[in-house]
């Protein structure tokens, strides 16, 4: 691969700080996920949640006043019209890893092994092999920081429907004030442009990282519409988390199973960064031949 083939202006991008946010993200997601403060009693948990959560006040104020549906068209036509730089899974996991570039190993976790710990977890489960091979790249839409995003805010962070009224359900609710649709005709309703039970194909969730990869490799590889689903939700937390969200689901199940798909993959993607750091060189083969298997073109399009 030519060197530098995907970076429009890595000088401009600072991968540490990215993975800095993106840690405090998992951290606010990890103390909710593991605490209930309804009762009043973890006063210990909820003074470490609202820390976590000073940490990501701002970036959730950038996102939620700047995505907007007209952006997310706009980032959907860019994605459609872009120049589509060519690598195997194996090397966007490098390219990513050396773009993020983290030095200090000791605090936190490199994205390749980020990236084999949710998938070595998965498979000291006894998980299938697709949902191995989903945990193995379910972050390669972070490349998308590196060309095409306008800043940390449209790469991560947790997802909800743009289109429709901002469900008081999604983190810091209070941070839509300055978002125009909040005060749109129609995008301010619960419906906005849907219809009832339309289904999550049909709702058009805030670019990022999951929407990027979800596209890439939809029509790609083999992957079951399971694989898919956790790949495309797997930060949309105000649905599979706090349970919003339902009256746009499909009345066929569909979504229904779709759910229970990315709530199974959650953990590990939350609860894995605690395990032993993976040998990279040693899982190499088992992960090649994984690869192999559900990306048959080999090369893809990014
Ligand atoms: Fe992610
Ligand atoms: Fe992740």
Redesign the pocket.
């Known amino acids: 691969m030519a060197p530098g083939i995907l970076v429009d202006d890595t000088s401009s991008r600072d991968g540490l700080q990215l993975e800095e946010t993106s840690d405090n993200i998992d951290a606010v997601n990890v103390i909710k996920g593991k605490t209930n403060f309804a009762d009043g009693k973890d006063k210990t948990q909820f003074r470490q949640y609202e820390d976590a959560c000073d940490r990501v006040k701002n970036f959730y104020l950038e996102q939620h006043t700047k995505q907007t549906v007209a952006y997310n068209l706009k980032a959907r036509n860019h994605y459609k019209h872009r120049k589509p730089v060519e690598m195997t899974i194996w090397e966007a996991m490098e390219k990513l890893n050396t773009l993020i570039d983290d030095s200090d190993p000791d605090t936190s976790l490199s994205q390749i092994q980020h990236l084999l710990q949710s998938a070595e977890a998965m498979r000291r489960d006894g998980q299938p092999r697709w949902m191995q091979v989903t945990g193995l790249i ?2 390669l839409g ?1 490349l998308l920081f590196f060309y095409g995003s306008e800043g940390q805010w449209d790469v ?1 962070g947790d997802t909800f429907p743009v289109g429709c009224a901002f469900d008081e359900r999604i983190i810091y609710p209070g941070t839509f004030a300055a978002n125009p649709d909040s005060q749109d005709p129609i995008y301010a309703t619960e419906l906005g442009v849907y219809t009832p039970n339309c289904g999550l194909d049909n709702v058009m969730l805030s670019w990022g ?2 929407e990027y990869l979800y596209h890439v490799v939809k029509d790609q590889s083999t992957l079951p519409a399971e694989a898919l689903a956790m790949i495309r939700y ?2 949309f937390y105000p649905w599979h988390k706090e349970g919003a969200y339902r009256h746009l689901m499909d009345l066929e199940g569909h979504d229904e199973k779709m759910l229970a798909a990315v709530k199974e993959f959650n953990p590990y ?1 939350l609860y894995s960064k605690s395990d032993g750091v993976p040998d990279v060189e040693k899982l190499k083969p088992y992960y090649m031949e994984l690869i192999d298997e559900f990306f048959p073109e080999r090369v893809l399009k990014w």
């Open positions: 379910h972050d972070k991560v990282h999951d797997h930060s993607d």
